[in-house]
């Protein structure tokens, strides 16, 4: 049976523009991860990885008019949105040519041999290397810095893993592009190109997670695709860790000192923040509590207006159009659900943005109105209206594990009472914000893109330095004679790396 083509979509008629590539088979699924197994040696040279890494973005930001043009004609993301988001993934590969450089993320440990102690220690050293060939799932909504050349890539990269890529099926055309730029910036530098492998097709990603000879895997999608991945992950004789993004409502809470304070401009941020990208960020604020009264009736009479002079938007393809209209009309017929600004089908291609109140009191029990605190992905939030601090504590207790978590306060409140709310907030989310809008992932060292389940699937980030994390491990050499001992840990620290030596840095 002939293998089934591969074609670009355009979202905005939904009409195929070109035919990219066909889906691979599980013989062509097996001949990429033994490739990237092969070549995993490659990657030892830290300097070389590193420099790698930078050719890379350099590549990527020269392509730029090319890669934008393709994304967006595939993705309906616009060129300003794409504009930045290929600068930020251009960035993240520099990011991580930098801590590749530093060496920290090798996290050194040297303890020399002790007789006083008890029991005696024997010379034990410690670093972590990288696992294997890592296999990443690209996003839909990130065609570039969730894709490709994106988070999982780069960190697997740097960290010295071989990366095989299951390309979306929303944007084949800009992976196959970028994928073209990363296999050019490793011929550059003397590496391989099987470092870097794209694969198209369902079946083809379940037999990836599946292969013995993948060890470990990143995911950025949907709830139901990706805990059919981390079950395959777990099913396997040999289980591998398989760091997955699944889902987020990203609940907020507005203060009433805070609604009385500023808020209109409450409002106007929190439309601007649901309706970024058609509502398809993965930080998108899905639940909001706001309180009943004047103030929260200020609130949304400004979000009212901020959503309604949005225009119809196209999502990513029509099957998500689809799943947005049945959405929003179901949670839209529920007892005591009001829309003020209706949220569903713009016309054939597009939607509208809208919005959805409700009583919290309506939420604190199990019932049907659980639906109301499930990821809706497009242009819509829930607005709770709370009529106790009680009712706030009741509907927190009951959401699943978020990417982040909002607290909006009052200039009164920053004293410190509202530390009780922001303490309910912390065990919800992976990132907690106060006074802003979380839709906004700054690749920064301190960051942390993960959450509770089912945000992610582990506790680790897909943004910023530490993500390097996910696809290392530890391992100790004990009374092992310097040279046998890798360079990283003998005595004379040769590459003048950052460890810790006796419990002391150095």
């Known amino acids: 049976m002939a293998a089934a083509p591969v074609w670009s979509v355009d979202p905005r008629t939904g009409n195929p523009r070109e035919q990219v590539a066909v889906e691979a088979t599980a013989e062509e699924v097996d001949r990429a991860v033994r490739a990237a197994h092969a070549v995993r040696g490659a990657l030892a040279d830290r300097t070389v990885r590193a420099a790698f890494l930078r050719t890379a973005a350099d590549l990527l930001a020269e392509a730029q008019e090319h890669v934008i043009e393709a994304a967006d004609a595939e993705t309906a993301l616009g060129p300003a949105r794409l504009t930045g988001e290929l600068a930020r993934t251009a960035a993240q590969l520099r990011a991580f040519a930098e801590v590749v450089d530093e060496g920290a993320y090798l996290d050194i440990h040297i303890d020399h041999e002790d007789g006083s102690r008890t029991p005696p220690w024997p010379d034990l050293r410690r670093y972590k290397i990288p696992l294997g060939v890592v296999a990443v799932y690209a996003a839909s909504n990130f065609p570039l810095a969730f894709s490709v050349p994106g988070g999982d890539t780069a960190s697997a990269l740097a960290a010295g893993c071989p990366v095989v890529v299951k390309a979306h099926p929303d944007h084949p055309a800009t992976s196959e592009i970028c994928a073209s730029l990363l296999r050019r910036a490793a011929a550059?530098?003397?590496?391989?190109?099987?470092?870097?492998?794209?694969?198209?097709?369902?079946?083809?990603?379940?037999?990836?997670?599946?292969?013995?000879?993948?060890?470990?895997?990143?995911?950025?999608?949907?709830?139901?695709?990706?805990?059919?991945?981390?079950?395959?992950?777990?099913?396997?004789?040999?289980?591998?860790?398989?760091?997955?993004?699944?889902?987020?409502?990203?609940?907020?809470?507005?203060?009433?000192?805070?609604?009385?304070?500023?808020?209109?401009?409450?409002?106007?941020?929190?439309?601007?923040?649901?309706?970024?990208?058609?509502?398809?960020?993965?930080?998108?604020?899905?639940?909001?509590?706001?309180?009943?009264?004047?103030?929260?009736?200020?609130?949304?009479?400004?979000?009212?207006?901020?959503?309604?002079?949005?225009?119809?938007?196209?999502?990513?393809?029509?099957?998500?159009?689809?799943?947005?209209?049945?959405?929003?009309?179901?949670?839209?017929?529920?007892?005591?659900?009001?829309?003020?600004?209706?949220?569903?089908?713009?016309?054939?291609?597009?939607?509208?943005?809208?919005?959805?109140?409700?009583?919290?009191?309506?939420?604190?029990?199990?019932?049907?109105?659980?639906?109301?605190?499930?990821?809706?992905?497009?242009?819509?939030?829930?607005?709770?209206?709370?009529?106790?601090?009680?009712?706030?504590?009741?509907?927190?207790?009951?959401?699943?594990?978020?990417?982040?978590?909002?607290?909006?306060?009052?200039?009164?409140?920053?004293?410190?009472?509202?530390?009780?709310?922001?303490?309910?907030?912390?065990?919800?989310?992976?990132?907690?914000?106060?006074?802003?809008?979380?839709?906004?992932?700054?690749?920064?060292?301190?960051?942390?893109?993960?959450?509770?389940?089912?945000?992610?699937t582990s506790t680790s980030t897909s943004v910023g330095a530490t993500a390097i994390e996910r696809w290392l491990r530890p391992v100790s050499y004990q009374s092992t004679p310097e040279a046998l001992l890798p360079p990283e840990l003998r005595e004379d620290n040769p590459q003048n790396l950052p460890r810790r030596v006796d419990g002391r840095r150095s």
């Open 188 to 456: 550059q530098h003397g590496l391989p190109e099987d470092v870097l492998t794209v694969l198209h097709g369902f079946e083809a990603g379940v037999e990836l997670v599946k292969h013995p000879l993948v060890s470990a895997a990143g995911f950025t999608g949907s709830i139901r695709g990706g805990r059919a991945l981390f079950d395959a992950a777990a099913a396997r004789p040999a289980p591998i860790p398989f760091h997955g993004e699944l889902g987020s409502l990203n609940p907020v809470v507005v203060t009433e000192a805070a609604a009385t304070e500023r808020g209109e401009q409450i409002g106007a941020g929190l439309g601007g923040s649901m309706t970024m990208g058609a509502g398809q960020f993965c930080t998108k604020p899905g639940f909001v509590f706001a309180p009943s009264g004047e103030a929260g009736d200020q609130l949304l009479k400004s979000l009212t207006e901020t959503v309604s002079g949005t225009g119809a938007g196209v999502m990513l393809d029509h099957r998500m159009r689809d799943a947005f209209v049945r959405g929003v009309a179901e949670r839209a017929a529920l007892p005591d659900v009001e829309a003020p600004v209706t949220p569903g089908a713009g016309g054939e291609h597009t939607v509208a943005a809208g919005f959805l109140t409700v009583p919290a009191q309506r939420l604190v029990q199990e019932g049907p109105h659980d639906a109301l605190l499930e990821e809706c992905f497009g242009p819509v939030t829930v607005v709770a209206r709370y009529d106790s601090a009680d009712e706030i504590t009741a509907v927190l207790s009951r959401l699943p594990g978020n990417l982040t978590a909002t607290l909006h306060i009052a200039t009164e409140e920053a004293d410190g009472s509202a530390a009780g709310l922001l303490a309910e907030l912390t065990p919800v989310a992976g990132r907690v914000l106060v006074n802003g809008w979380p839709t906004g992932v700054a690749v920064a060292p301190a960051q942390h893109h993960g959450g509770p389940y089912p945000a992610t």
